[in-house]
């Protein structure tokens, strides 16, 4: 369970890529606060996405709306700053990766961008801990990163509790976000566990009503809070 505010982060991988600046302006009346953008290089995932002119293009049709941007990348330390001058407000690194990745956080900071730190499933929450101080978010996959429309993994929910309750123990501040298989069905016991941010692509633009579908999985999110 958290207390901190509920964040709908609709992934731009699950929208029609051929029609943009229209899914942008759904995006934007749907009341999501955030805008997730997946960076795949086809080496650190098996998957090739798209690059910073995405996020430069956003930032263009969605004026101040907050880009928070995945790095599925193999050195995201080298291709940081490109992304942060195209615009991203927030940027997740691999710890997984290869790089240093305590200097790509500060760097990050450093030029004023929100520093995440993205971990996969299977990756122990020990590994991330010493990273905390230099992070502004935590971005736990649900599912093994490099494709859309996979299934939520549940038994990576005791590790977003461990995390959380360790956050809160040495008050940190820092948000966590879930991300792969995030729908209605698998939300409120992210929130139980205490996660925040909601990751969702697929499910939310394979449905009709982009606003009808944000409000439910919030609702339905929110839940997770009282039963968890």
């Known amino acids: 369970m958290t207390t901190r505010p509920l964040i709908i982060a609709p992934s731009i991988l699950g929208a ?11 995006i934007k009346a749907s009341g999501a606060e955030w805008v997730h953008v997946d960076i ?9 996405s798209f690059g910073a002119n995405m996020v430069r293009t956003l930032r263009k049709v969605m004026g101040d709306a907050t880009l928070d941007v995945h790095l599925m990348i193999e050195q995201p ?46 990756t122990l929450l020990k590994h991330a801990v010493p990273l905390f101080p230099l992070c502004d ?7 093994n990163p490099g494709f859309g429309g996979q299934a939520f993994m549940p038994e990576v929910l005791p590790k977003i ?3 959380r309750e360790t ?14 298989g ?17 990751v969702a692509g697929s499910h939310l633009f394979r449905q009709p009503d982009l606003t009808q579908a944000v409000s439910k999985l919030r609702t339905s999110a929110a839940s997770g809070n009282i039963s968890g």
């Open 40 to 48: 795949m290089d086809g080496h650190f995932v098996p998957n090739i």
């Open 161 to 163: 509790r461990e995390a």
């Open 137 to 143: 978010q935590l971005l736990c996959m649900t599912v």
């Open 167 to 180: 956050i809160l123990r040495q008050n940190y501040n820092i948000d966590i976000t879930v991300d792969g």
């Open 77 to 122: 330390d080298r291709y940081a700053g490109e992304f942060i001058e195209a615009g991203a407000d927030c940027l997740n690194v691999h710890l997984e990766a290869r790089h240093q990745v305590a200097r790509t956080l500060a760097s990050i900071r450093e030029a004023g961008c929100r520093a995440g730190l993205a971990i996969n499933p299977a």
């Open 16 to 26: 029609d890529l051929g029609r943009i600046e229209v899914e942008a302006e759904r």
């Open 182 to 198: 995030v729908s209605d069905d698998t939300a409120p016991g992210c929130v139980a566990a205490g996660a925040n941010v909601m």
